[in-house]
């Protein structure tokens, strides 16, 4: 398998870990990404142990997890009153249960620690101001074109270039991204500004009608991220540097508990981001180029496992392409295999995360039977999110593996 070239068109996360994962299994990787420069801005995410055993594989979870937090616990309170719905352990069940941890990390802060990891494996895979428009598949090649008129022609091309993704666009036609109707706000701010109004070192999750919102804490507790969704259909860009103002973030959560409206109030930025999503696609190639996370299953992030999926995908997708490749008809086969592997998965979190959508956007009353489910059975959540978080990517059985 040595010497084979795949070209990554995309430098986010999935486009980073698909790059690392193909790198263990002995292939030469050029990651193509249009932007100047790398990394989402001023947010957090939450990656829950199913990634944090992709970054394991990668051998790069201990340097996220230096960065990042690991919460005590998981909630749900009510927006308006703070009313605790359920509060359940998370970092020692983490661990104990699914096998790995549940981390919260600055999104720069992760695209460092994958970036400098490519750069140190693979020097110069890593191409700035790429803008790739489209790919001709040749034979037993592939070229993936650019927008200057250039070219890179390799064995495998990877569209890891989104929700928008022109890949995508090129292999399946032109099919706009469906609105969902959720504007979200993102923001960070130091613990220390938020003084007595902080809210708790949890994974927290705020519910209320027609909108809710998540606080958590990054780099070791000394950052705060909110994350507030609200439905609404007056805004519909998708960038991660639209702002907003303060004063409409806090009308948007006027009557929320002073925890909520103090990180509002004390944020200097207020980014605004229109959540999209799509059904699934019937197929994710054509001849030798193939989708990766968003650009094949973009989804609400109300389970919070988008750039997890495409994590997967990175780490299934260079499983799947172990074998003897110089054939088309090999190549069809292994990339057949990977789609089969991972539409049922992406699907089911895809419809998951729409589900819960109506799950946080309810009144305060609807949340009692939560309540008392919870109490009867504290497990119950736990259970819920298993099949999630226990999932490991398969090895592909007695294939070559590189050794460092
Ligand atoms: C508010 C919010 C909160 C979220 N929270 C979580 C969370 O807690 N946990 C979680 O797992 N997920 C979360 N997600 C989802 C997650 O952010 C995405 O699923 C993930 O970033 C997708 O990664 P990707 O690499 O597939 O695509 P992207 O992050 O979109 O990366 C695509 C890359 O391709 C580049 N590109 C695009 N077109 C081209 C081109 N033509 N040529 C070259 N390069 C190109 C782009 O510049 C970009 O760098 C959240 C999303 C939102 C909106």
Not at 25 to 54: F, H, M, R
Not at 247 to 276: C, G, M, Q, S
Not at 357 to 372: D, E, G, N, S, T
Request: hydrophobic residues 40%; glycine residues 10%.
């Amino acid at each position: 398998m040595a010497n084979k070239r795949a070209m990554i068109c995309g430098g986010g996360i999935g486009g980073l870990v698909t790059a690392l994962s193909l790198l263990e299994y002995g292939w030469q990787v050029t990651v193509l990404e249009q932007s100047p420069v790398l990394g989402d801005t001023g947010a957090g995410i939450q990656i829950s142990p199913n990634g944090c055993k992709v970054l394991r594989e990668l051998r790069l979870l201990e340097n996220v997890q230096q960065r990042a937090f690991a919460p005590e616990k998981i909630e749900m309170r009510i927006g308006q009153s703070g009313r605790e719905v359920f509060s359940i352990p998370l970092k020692g069940t983490a661990v104990a249960r699914w096998g790995a941890p549940y981390l919260h990390v600055h999104r720069s802060d992760l695209t460092d620690v994958l970036a400098t990891a490519l750069k140190q494996r693979a020097t110069g895979s890593l191409q700035m101001t790429r803008k790739i428009v489209g790919y001709e598949n040749r034979g037993s090649q592939i070229a993936a074109l650019l927008d200057n008129g250039n070219e890179f022609v390799g064995d495998l091309l990877i569209g890891a270039d989104g929700i928008h993704s022109v890949i995508r666009e090129q292999m399946l036609g032109k099919q706009a991204a469906r609105f969902t109707g959720n504007v979200a706000w993102r923001a960070t701010v130091p613990i220390e500004v938020l003084g007595e109004l902080t809210p708790p070192p949890t994974a927290c999750v705020w519910v209320g009608q027609g909108k809710h919102a998540v606080t958590y804490r990054l780099r070791g507790g000394e950052l705060a991220n909110f994350v507030g969704v609200v439905e609404r259909g007056d805004w519909q860009s998708e960038s991660w540097t639209d702002q907003g103002t303060r004063e409409e973030a806090l009308a948007d959560f006027d009557d929320w508990h002073p925890f909520v409206r103090n990180i509002i109030d004390k944020a200097e930025t207020h980014y605004r981001w229109a959540l999209f999503d799509r059904d699934p696609l019937p197929r994710w190639h054509d001849g030798r180029a193939v989708l990766v996370g968003d650009a094949c299953h973009p989804m609400l992030p109300f389970l919070a496992q988008g750039a997890t999926m495409a994590m997967e995908d990175g780490l299934a997708l260079a499983r799947s392409l172990t074998g003897d490749l110089t054939a088309n008809s090999d190549v069809n086969d292994a990339l057949n295999g990977y789609f089969n592997s991972r539409i049922s998965r992406t699907s089911q979190v895809q419809a998951g995360a729409r589900k819960n959508m109506k799950v946080f956007h309810k009144p305060a009353i609807a949340y009692a039977p939560v309540q008392l489910a919870t109490r009867m059975k504290p497990d119950l959540m736990h259970q819920r999110m298993d099949w999630i978080y226990d999932y490991e990517v398969p090895e592909a059985p007695g294939k070559f593996k590189r050794t460092l």
